[in-house]
């Protein structure tokens, strides 16, 4: 991506026609609480709280400008009357059929648009049961040659396109964590060893990738809401690159991860200390079931624990941070359905060394938090693709438990940083001064000699 690239203010292309969004997982409980939240609002039934694309505002200039537009107004956003849905699932259920059985939202909102949840039915899905063993999927293409399902993928997204009118499209991972994976070179270290690979019918090579891989040949931009490594792999960045797509991802920060970003800055920035820090969860959806297997455990636990270390930076603050216990575990209690809860215990200290403990027991709904992500991530990727973004869309980090970024930088975990980033981001586009709080020129400016 190279700045010279970029449209800018007046030569950001408007959004024209349909906006189409893609999802492998349209039949989850994050798919369908988005598709039918995006309609409930369209109607005017229901407020789009969660979004920063649609309710929040981005100062521009000085304090004393007083000027605050909402992020929508500001920047030319598809909007969500744009949006048409389409995707992939397991299991044959159109969107109303499967929003009742994940048992999210009441039953009144969905009858109130179960004519529009109706007709989003899914296409049959790519699903290879050594990746998510505890799922056994009924609506599956059947062809076992790798890239055949990467063309059959193709061809549905170019139908989907023609269906809809849809010229400009996004994909979203919504579909479950797959198995720990680790990066390898000789399959992942360049398009051509990807390529090949596929070519070769590789066992390694999981569904997330196939998707990916159309999407970006399509054209199409892709982000990665689960855990996996899908497209944090050299081969997928250079094929992002060449094909002038932007990538995000990955992992959506909702209900535990969500909580730590924002109460760890916090800790930091006063330099409490911190001598542990026990997580557990117990939830019932799918994933609560996905993540039932250790594998998939393993790739949820190393993207969750990966963000105290580098918000707390225990390299550069040993006393306070070095060797702290951190601990993360995810049960699944089928009772609980989409109602996650999310149980923190951590061990402080203070001056002097004297311990405090904080107890966090965030009872939340997690498709309600993640569905408004799905719903920015759409727009603002499309947005990415009209500027002319490509590659790791770290702006973006702000929607991640575990972000992208560049190989030789850290990732940003800071809730608060990252949001600034987002919005800097934005008033660069539109030619805006960037927001530094300084404001000590407030009280400089026109002193007496």
């Given at each position: 991506?190279?700045?010279?690239?970029?449209?800018?203010?007046?030569?950001?292309?408007?959004?024209?026609?349909?906006?189409?969004?893609?999802?492998?997982?349209?039949?989850?409980?994050?798919?369908?609480?988005?598709?039918?939240?995006?309609?409930?609002?369209?109607?005017?039934?229901?407020?789009?709280?969660?979004?920063?694309?649609?309710?929040?505002?981005?100062?521009?200039?000085?304090?004393?400008?007083?000027?605050?537009?909402k992020i929508k107004d500001?920047?030319?956003?598809?909007?969500?009357?744009?949006?048409?849905?389409?995707?992939?699932?397991?299991?044959?259920?159109?969107?109303?059929?499967?929003?009742?059985?994940?048992?999210?939202?009441?039953?009144?909102?969905?009858?109130?648009?179960?004519?529009?949840?109706?007709?989003?039915?899914?296409?049959?899905?790519?699903?290879?049961?050594?990746?998510?063993?505890?799922?056994?999927?009924?609506?599956?293409?059947?062809?076992?040659?790798?890239?055949?399902?990467?063309?059959?993928?193709?061809?549905?997204?170019?139908?989907?396109?023609?269906?809809?009118?849809?010229?400009?499209?996004?994909?979203?991972?919504?579909?479950?964590?797959?198995?720990?994976?680790?990066?390898?070179?000789?399959?992942?270290?360049?398009?051509?060893?990807?390529?090949?690979?596929?070519?070769?019918?590789?066992?390694?090579?999981?569904?997330?990738?196939?998707?990916?891989?159309?999407?970006?040949?399509?054209?199409?931009?892709?982000?990665?809401?689960?855990?996996?490594?899908?497209?944090?792999?050299?081969?997928?960045?250079?094929?992002?690159?060449?094909?002038?797509?932007?990538?995000?991802?990955?992992?959506?920060?909702?209900?535990?991860?969500?909580?730590?970003?924002?109460?760890?800055?916090?800790?930091?920035?006063?330099?409490?200390?911190?001598?542990?820090?026990?997580s557990t969860n117990i939830?019932?959806?799918?994933?609560?079931?996905?993540?039932?297997?250790?594998?998939?455990?393993?790739?949820?636990?190393?993207?969750?624990?990966?963000?105290?270390?580098?918000?707390?930076?225990?390299?550069?603050?040993?006393?306070?941070?070095?060797?702290?216990?951190?601990?993360?575990?995810?049960?699944?209690?089928?009772?609980?359905?989409?109602?996650?809860?999310?149980?923190?215990?951590?061990?402080?200290?203070?001056?002097?060394?004297?311990?405090?403990?904080?107890?966090?027991?965030?009872?939340?709904?997690?498709?309600?938090?993640?569905?408004?992500l799905v719903a920015d991530?759409?727009?603002?990727?499309?947005?990415?693709?009209?500027?002319?973004?490509?590659?790791?869309?770290?702006?973006?980090?702000?929607?991640?438990?575990?972000?992208?970024?560049?190989?030789?930088?850290?990732?940003?975990?800071?809730?608060?940083?990252?949001?600034?980033?987002?919005?800097?981001?934005?008033?660069?586009?539109?030619?805006?001064?960037?927001?530094?709080?300084?404001?000590?020129?407030?009280?400089?400016?026109?002193?007496?000699?």
């Amino acid at each position: 991506m190279k700045e010279k690239n970029l449209k800018r203010k007046d030569r950001i292309e408007a959004p024209k026609g349909p906006l189409g969004v893609l999802i492998p997982g349209i039949g989850g409980a994050v798919s369908t609480t988005f598709i039918a939240g995006v309609e409930l609002v369209r109607k005017g039934l229901a407020e789009p709280i969660g979004s920063l694309s649609q309710l929040a505002t981005i100062r521009l200039g000085k304090r004393t400008e007083r000027r605050s537009p909402k992020i929508k107004d500001f920047i030319p956003l598809a909007s969500l009357d744009d949006l048409v849905f389409g995707g992939w699932d397991i299991y044959e259920a159109n969107a109303f059929e499967a929003a009742l059985y994940a048992r999210v939202l009441r039953r009144d909102h969905l009858d109130s648009i179960k004519d529009f949840l109706s007709t989003v039915r899914p296409m049959k899905a790519v699903f290879d049961r050594q990746f998510v063993r505890n799922l056994d999927g009924t609506f599956i293409k059947e062809d076992r040659d790798l890239r055949a399902r990467v063309e059959a993928l193709k061809e549905d997204i170019a139908l989907f396109r023609l269906t809809h009118g849809a010229e400009r499209c996004v994909m979203i991972w919504c579909g479950s964590t797959e198995i720990f994976l680790k990066q390898e070179d000789d399959i992942h270290g360049s398009i051509e060893a990807l390529q090949k690979a596929i070519d070769r019918n590789d066992p390694r090579i999981p569904p997330s990738m196939l998707y990916a891989v159309a999407a970006l040949e399509s054209g199409v931009p892709f982000i990665n809401g689960a855990p996996n490594l899908t497209i944090d792999i050299p081969a997928m960045l250079e094929l992002s690159v060449t094909r002038n797509v932007p990538i995000a991802g990955k992992d959506f920060k909702t209900g535990q991860t969500l909580m730590k970003t924002i109460l760890a800055p916090g800790l930091k920035a006063r330099m409490l200390g911190l001598e542990g820090w026990y997580s557990t969860n117990i939830l019932g959806n799918r994933d609560g079931l996905v993540l039932d297997d250790k594998d998939s455990f393993r790739t949820k636990e190393e993207s969750k624990l990966s963000v105290l270390e580098y918000i707390l930076q225990p390299h550069l603050y040993p006393t306070l941070y070095k060797n702290y216990y951190h601990k993360v575990t995810i049960n699944y209690y089928p009772p609980r359905g989409d109602n996650k809860e999310g149980w923190d215990c951590i061990d402080i200290f203070g001056w002097l060394g004297y311990p405090m403990q904080i107890k966090v027991d965030f009872l939340c709904r997690d498709s309600i938090l993640a569905a408004p992500l799905v719903a920015d991530l759409a727009l603002f990727m499309d947005l990415a693709q009209r500027v002319g973004m490509s590659g790791i869309q770290e702006w973006l980090s702000f929607y991640f438990k575990s972000p992208m970024h560049k190989e030789d930088l850290y990732p940003e975990h800071d809730l608060f940083i990252q949001l600034m980033k987002l919005k800097n981001t934005l008033r660069y586009l539109m030619g805006e001064e960037q927001i530094t709080h300084f404001g000590l020129d407030y009280y400089m400016n026109g002193e007496s000699e």
